[in-house]
């Protein structure tokens, strides 16, 4: 099997309810240190930054966090992104206290823009064009 096919059959493979109940544990975690840890990068400084959903590994030992932020654009996101990832061994020690598994993952957080497409989806459902294709 090629190792195109074997990412298509990985990507096309669904979570196990392990590593489901394992993804809600770092986001709730992460969520509960994001909120009442002292944040000392100038760029995390009051953001209100939003995890929005936590996937993990086969094996566990690796996490992608999806975030956002209220009231950022883009590149404000990539800088937000670039802080987080540079606090991931503190926040990876923050939760291998709270959380009880055999390894704490490997964290990468990666901005969440479902929510901006969503939001240009439903623009673009209400714009004039379209609502009349609809109406007709």
Same mark, same amino acid.
């Given at each position: 099997?090629?190792?195109?096919?074997?990412?298509?059959?990985?990507?096309?493979? !669904?979570?196990?309810?392990?590593?489901?109940?394992?993804?809600?544990? +770092?986001?709730? &975690? $992460?969520?509960d240190?994001?909120q009442?840890?002292?944040?000392?990068?100038?760029?995390?400084?009051?953001?209100?930054?939003?995890?929005?959903?936590?996937?993990?590994s086969?094996?566990?030992?690796?996490a992608?966090?999806?975030? !956002?932020?209220?009231?950022?654009?883009?590149?404000?996101?990539?800088? +937000?992104?670039? &802080? $987080?990832?540079?606090?991931?061994?503190?926040?990876?020690?923050q939760?291998g206290?709270?959380?009880?598994?055999?390894?704490?993952?490997?964290?990468?957080?990666?901005?969440?823009?479902?929510?901006?497409?969503?939001?240009?989806?439903?623009?673009l459902?209400?714009?004039?064009?379209?609502?009349?294709?609809?109406d007709?």
């Amino acid at each position: 099997m090629t190792s195109e096919r074997q990412n298509r059959k990985r990507a096309g493979k !669904s979570r196990s309810q392990r590593q489901l109940r394992v993804g809600e544990l +770092i986001r709730h &975690a $992460l969520s509960d240190i994001l909120q009442r840890d002292e944040l000392h990068d100038p760029v995390l400084h009051n953001k209100v930054i939003t995890i929005s959903e936590a996937q993990v590994s086969p094996d566990l030992r690796h996490a992608t966090i999806f975030f !956002s932020a209220l009231s950022c654009n883009m590149p404000e996101l990539a800088d +937000i992104g670039r &802080a $987080l990832n540079r606090r991931a061994a503190h926040f990876r020690g923050q939760l291998g206290q709270q959380i009880q598994t055999k390894f704490t993952p490997q964290l990468k957080f990666v901005a969440d823009d479902s929510f901006e497409n969503a939001q240009s989806i439903d623009k673009l459902l209400r714009s004039a064009p379209v609502s009349r294709d609809l109406d007709s």
